[in-house]
T-cell receptor, first 111, second 113 residues
C-alpha cells in the first residue's frame, strides 16, 4: 500500500517568513495529493490539493508543488502569520477510494 | 451549508464497554470514512461506507464496526473497549465521484479508563 513520509516534524519560523513542508510517497500511480491544517481541538481542514496532471497550484499565500519523477510534493506558505500556527498533514490515495496520511508537521509562527 | 457534524464531542468509557459514535456528512456527499487519530499522529483509516455497504477497510480488528443509513449518515461502533482505543475519532465525507476529496468533522474524543 501507499506509504507517506512527511518532514520536518516541527517547524518554527518568524512572522513574515516562508515555511516549506515536504512529503514523499511510494506508489507511482497515486494521482491526488491534499494538504490539511489541524488546529488544536478541531478536525483537519482541507486547505489545498493537487492532481498529478499539474506541477503547481496556488491559493493566495499557500502553494503546493508536485514532482512525480521524484515522488514528492511540498506545501509552501509565504508571509506566515501567527494564525498559520497549526499541525499540517499531507496525504495520498490509499486503495481506490480513501487516503493515507503523513505523521504531521507542527508549524509555530512567532510574532 | 452545514459541514460534517459528529456526536458526541467527548466520551468517557470503561474498559470492556461498547461505544457508538455518529456522523452526518456534508450536504451533497454520499460516502463516509472513519479515521482514528492518536495523540501526535496522523489519522489512521478505519473503514469507508458507500451505499450502506462497507467498501474498504483498514487494519482494524472486528471490534470496530459501522453502519450507513439511507440518509448517508453513519455510525461507528467499538466493542470490548481497550485502553488503546483512546483517541480522536474523525469522520470524513466525500462525493462518490471524488472520494479522495474528503472533508472532516470536528471529531469525537474517546477516553477509555
Amino acid at each position: 500500500g501507499e506509504n507517506v513520509e512527511q518532514h520536518p516534524s516541527t517547524l518554527s519560523v518568524q512572522e513574515g517568513d516562508s515555511a516549506v513542508i515536504k512529503c514523499t510517497y511510494s506508489d507511482s500511480a497515486s494521482n491526488y495529493f491534499p494538504w490539511y491544517k489541524q488546529e488544536l481541538g478541531k478536525g483537519p481542514q482541507l486547505i489545498i490539493d493537487i492532481r498529478s496532471n499539474v506541477g503547481e497550484k496556488k491559493d493566495q499565500r499557500i502553494a503546493v508543488t508536485l514532482n512525480k519523477t521524484a515522488k514528492h510534493f511540498s506545501l509552501h506558505i509565504t508571509e506566515t502569520q501567527p494564525e498559520d500556527s497549526a499541525v499540517y498533514f499531507c496525504a495520498a490515495p490509499r486503495g481506490y477510494s480513501t487516503l493515507t496520511f503523513g505523521k504531521g508537521t507542527m508549524l509555530l509562527v512567532s510574532p | 451549508d452545514a459541514g460534517v457534524t459528529q456526536s458526541p464531542t467527548h466520551l468517557i468509557k470503561t474498559r470492556g464497554q461498547q461505544v457508538t459514535l455518529r456522523c452526518s456528512p456534508k450536504s451533497g456527499h454520499d460516502t463516509v470514512s472513519w479515521y482514528q487519530q492518536a495523540l501526535g499522529q496522523g489519522p489512521q483509516f478505519i473503514f469507508q461506507y458507500y451505499e450502506e455497504e462497507e467498501r474498504q477497510r483498514g487494519n482494524f480488528p472486528d471490534r470496530f464496526s459501522g453502519h450507513q443509513f439511507p440518509n448517508y449518515s453513519s455510525e461507528l461502533n467499538v466493542n470490548a473497549l481497550l485502553l488503546g482505543d483512546s483517541a480522536l475519532y474523525l469522520c470524513a465525507s466525500s462525493f462518490s465521484g471524488l472520494t479522495y476529496e474528503q472533508y472532516f468533522g470536528p471529531g469525537t474524543r474517546l477516553t477509555v479508563t
